[in-house]
């Protein structure tokens, strides 16, 4: 694996360093975007949304409510697959240069993790229960599979930045998913907080791995 020396702590070390061009580093820190902050800002806001609507819909918190909790859980899907799906796709377009674009990680898992939010709301709007369980593990071990096998390879592939992001992908999708075929998630509401706090943290992870002065 060839890395540029380390000495030049970050990715935009434009140019050649002993004839290597920067795409052949591994110690990538940011990525270029293929859009501006409002965009990336729209994105992160809703699949942060997303996190803390599937929180809502825990079964106190939507009692206490007076809701069933359904329409937080579908708010949620297509949040999450909006917002999250959007943000894995910049990060594929902004690693296009480097050494190891992962492309068709990033194209499985974000076909997979985007489908499977989407038939499960499209189920959940047919009132499709039975089918839910069924069609709905299904698609989403698919999509927990292709998502983790891409921080996998991030973890593998990369040092620094993106590994560490590769690392906090693949916990939070083994924790989510535990939980989930443990039947604990939406009936213990500590549970259910600290998996929305690891989802959040993972999602401003995922944010900040673009070249972007969220700050202007």
Not at 68 to 95: P, S, T
Request: glycine letters at 8%; hydrophobic letters at 50%.
């Amino acid at each position: 694996m060839e890395t540029i020396e380390n000495n030049h702590h970050h990715s935009h070390s434009h140019g050649h360093h002993h004839g290597k061009h920067r795409s052949e580093n591994v110690h990538v820190y940011q990525v270029d975007a293929i859009v501006g902050k409002n965009p990336l800002n729209i994105a992160f806001t809703a699949a942060v949304l997303g996190q803390l609507l599937f929180f809502f819909a825990n079964y106190s918190i939507s009692a206490a409510l007076g809701s069933d909790g359904e329409v937080f859980v579908l708010l949620a899907h297509f949040l999450r697959a909006f917002g999250e799906g959007f943000l894995l796709f910049c990060l594929m377009k902004g690693m296009a240069s480097l050494l190891y674009p992962l492309k068709w990680y990033f194209i499985s898992a974000i076909f997979f993790f985007v489908l499977f939010h989407l038939v499960t709301s499209a189920l959940l709007i047919m009132h499709q229960n039975g089918l839910l369980g069924d069609i709905g593990v299904f698609f989403y071990l698919l999509s927990t599979i292709t998502y983790f096998a891409l921080g996998f390879m991030l973890k593998q592939k990369y040092k620094d930045s993106l590994a560490k992001l590769g690392i906090i992908m693949m916990t939070y999708i083994l924790v989510t998913m535990a939980l989930s075929l443990a039947g604990m998630m939406g009936i213990n509401i500590y549970i259910d907080f600290a998996c929305v706090a690891l989802g959040v943290y993972y999602i401003i992870t995922l944010r900040d791995r673009f070249d972007v002065d969220y700050d202007d």
